[in-house]
């Protein structure tokens, strides 16, 4: 630690600097914002540096200058208490958190160096308590050894928070968030930026959202810089954003409490498309409820089941109509569409003859059971006929003296996203 200490000096203006090599280190912090709280909640200490010359310097190429393992946890290490001191004297009274990143490979050593120990002299020497720091392990360096479980051990001893980064790049596992069970999830940008331009990947990480809330984690999405990207983040009901669109990273800390324009323009931006994404949906969806009432109509009325969905058959995008008993039991085949028809493959041939065939799992069954003579309309999923999605709308109603459930599904991969 006295080591590390000699390394940094305080400049005039108040910041600290080191060096190590022939670089020269400093620190710049990027705020991590809730949009529900409309403030920043913790800073992410990023590193820059210049070498000889005052020529900027990426922080890879500063790392993968360590000359040895041992020099590169004296290098990792001296960047934390670079971050830490110029954090600690500019952080107010309000607790705010300190994003640390932290080498997969100091990571794992730590706990054989006297990790915890270091962390914890640091953290004390600067006044800094370990519930305010988060440290960012990269998720597609996460490894099952006996280092790496010490290491979540000790930082978890320590009272710091865990953050798994980069999720959503590469070959990112569920199977690792449940297995180190951090409290904070960052997704990252390529995901981000792909969901703000394809619905359907931002249908997919809404999901992916809920899943990890469902394993206990916050998610951070980090990279945002459009209000397009932003307005995703609220659909998608992530806990925190970081990007160039609220702030670039910046040698000085945002004041926690400091009211931020974009925020605001982001939730009227939120008010404003979700009321008009609803609209569009339900004057989307009316043609084919209205279809599927007036076949529920007829059907009570005693016609068959292929004359009761023509109308709904003809809108686009319709697929098919079945009738569903009180069991979730289909009665009969499906009635199918010419669209349909045309798209069917053969590939989907053993799931094709439904009759028989239990739905009282899907959500379309209960809720039109639960509402008779009310139209009821799923979310977009995966059907069973093909790899692509569809949504369904289901009515429950009596006939032939028993309940049954009438249900028509829409390709909706040729329709606009739901909102």
Same mark, same amino acid.
């Given at each position: 630690?006295?080591?590390?200490?000699?390394?940094?000096?305080?400049?005039?203006?108040?910041?600290?600097?080191?060096?190590?090599?022939?670089?020269?280190?400093?620190?710049?912090?990027?705020?991590?914002?809730?949009?529900?709280?409309?403030?920043?909640?913790?800073?992410?200490?990023?590193?820059?540096?210049?070498?000889?010359?005052?020529?900027?310097?990426?922080?890879?190429?500063?790392?993968?200058?360590?000359?040895?393992?041992?020099?590169?946890?004296?290098?990792?290490?001296?960047?934390? =208490?670079?971050?830490?001191?110029?954090?600690?004297?500019?952080?107010?009274?309000?607790?705010?958190?300190?994003?640390?990143?932290?080498?997969?490979?100091?990571?794992?050593?730590?706990?054989?160096?006297?990790?915890?120990?270091?962390?914890?002299?640091?953290?004390?020497?600067?006044?800094?308590?370990?519930?305010?720091?988060?440290?960012?392990?990269?998720?597609?360096?996460?490894?099952?050894?006996?280092?790496?479980?010490?290491?979540?051990?000790?930082?978890?001893? =320590?009272?710091?928070?865990?953050? =798994?980064?980069?999720?959503?790049?590469?070959?990112?596992?569920?199977?690792?968030?449940?297995?180190?069970?951090?409290?904070?999830?960052?997704?990252?940008?390529?995901?981000?930026?792909?969901?703000?331009?394809?619905?359907?990947?931002?249908?997919?990480?809404?999901?992916?959202?809920?899943?990890?809330?469902?394993?206990?984690?916050?998610?951070?999405?980090?990279?945002?810089?459009?209000?397009?990207?932003?307005?995703?983040?609220?659909?998608?009901?992530?806990?925190?954003?970081?990007?160039?669109?609220?702030?670039?990273?910046?040698?000085?800390?945002?004041?926690?409490?400091?009211?931020?324009?974009?925020?605001?323009?982001?939730?009227?931006?939120?008010?404003?498309?979700?009321?008009?994404?609803?609209?569009?949906?339900?004057?989307?969806?009316?043609?084919?409820?209205?279809?599927?009432?007036?076949?529920?109509?007829?059907?009570?009325?005693?016609?068959?089941?292929?004359?009761?969905?023509?109308?709904?058959?003809?809108?686009?995008?319709?697929?098919?109509?079945?009738?569903?008993?009180?069991?979730?039991?289909?009665?009969?085949?499906?009635?199918?569409?010419?669209?349909?028809?045309?798209?069917?493959?053969?590939?989907?041939?053993?799931?094709?003859?439904?009759?028989?065939?239990?739905?009282?799992?899907?959500?379309?069954?209960?809720?039109?059971?639960?509402?008779?003579?009310?139209?009821?309309?799923?979310?977009?999923?995966?059907?069973?006929?093909?790899?692509?999605?569809?949504?369904?709308?289901?009515?429950?109603?009596?006939?032939?003296?028993?309940?049954?459930?009438?249900?028509?599904?829409?390709?909706?991969?040729?329709?606009?996203?739901l909102g």
């Open positions: 630690m006295r080591t590390l200490l000699n390394a940094v000096q305080r400049a005039q203006d108040g910041r600290w600097t080191a060096r190590h090599a022939r670089f020269e280190l400093h620190s710049h912090f990027q705020p991590i914002y809730s949009l529900s709280h409309h403030r920043a909640v913790g800073h992410e200490a990023l590193l820059r540096a210049v070498d000889a010359q005052g020529r900027a310097v990426a922080p890879p190429s500063v790392l993968a200058a360590a000359t040895s393992p041992d020099d590169l946890v004296h290098l990792d290490r001296l960047c934390r =208490l670079l971050h830490v001191a110029n954090f600690s004297a500019q952080a107010g009274p309000e607790p705010v958190w300190l994003f640390l990143n932290i080498h997969p490979a100091v990571f794992v050593r730590g706990p054989g160096l006297g990790g915890q120990r270091y962390m914890r002299a640091m953290l004390d020497r600067f006044a800094l308590p370990p519930s305010q720091v988060v440290l960012e392990v990269t998720e597609d360096m996460v490894r099952r050894d006996q280092s790496f479980e010490a290491a979540m051990a000790e930082a978890r001893e =320590l009272g710091c928070l865990l953050a =798994l980064d980069d999720f959503g790049a590469g070959h990112s596992n569920f199977d690792r968030v449940w297995h180190i069970r951090p409290e904070i999830v960052k997704l990252d940008r390529s995901l981000v930026r792909r969901a703000a331009m394809e619905p359907r990947i931002g249908r997919i990480a809404t999901q992916m959202v809920s899943l990890l809330h469902a394993c206990g984690a916050m998610v951070l999405m980090e990279g945002i810089e459009t209000l397009d990207e932003a307005y995703l983040a609220l659909q998608a009901d992530v806990d925190f954003v970081q990007g160039y669109l609220f702030a670039p990273p910046a040698p000085v800390l945002q004041p926690p409490q400091w009211p931020h324009p974009v925020i605001d323009a982001v939730w009227q931006r939120f008010d404003a498309r979700f009321e008009a994404d609803k609209r569009a949906e339900r004057e989307r969806l009316a043609p084919y409820m209205n279809a599927i009432g007036h076949a529920a109509a007829l059907l009570q009325a005693g016609l068959p089941l292929e004359a009761c969905c023509q109308e709904f058959l003809r809108l686009p995008g319709a697929e098919l109509c079945y009738l569903i008993d009180e069991q979730g039991l289909q009665i009969g085949h499906n009635v199918t569409s010419p669209h349909f028809e045309a798209r069917r493959s053969a590939q989907f041939a053993p799931l094709r003859d439904a009759r028989g065939a239990r739905w009282a799992r899907r959500p379309y069954f209960r809720r039109a059971l639960d509402h008779i003579g009310r139209v009821q309309v799923t979310r977009p999923y995966l059907t069973v006929h093909g790899a692509h999605l569809c949504v369904t709308v289901s009515i429950g109603l009596r006939w032939q003296e028993r309940l049954v459930v009438l249900g028509g599904d829409i390709d909706w991969d040729i329709q606009p996203a």
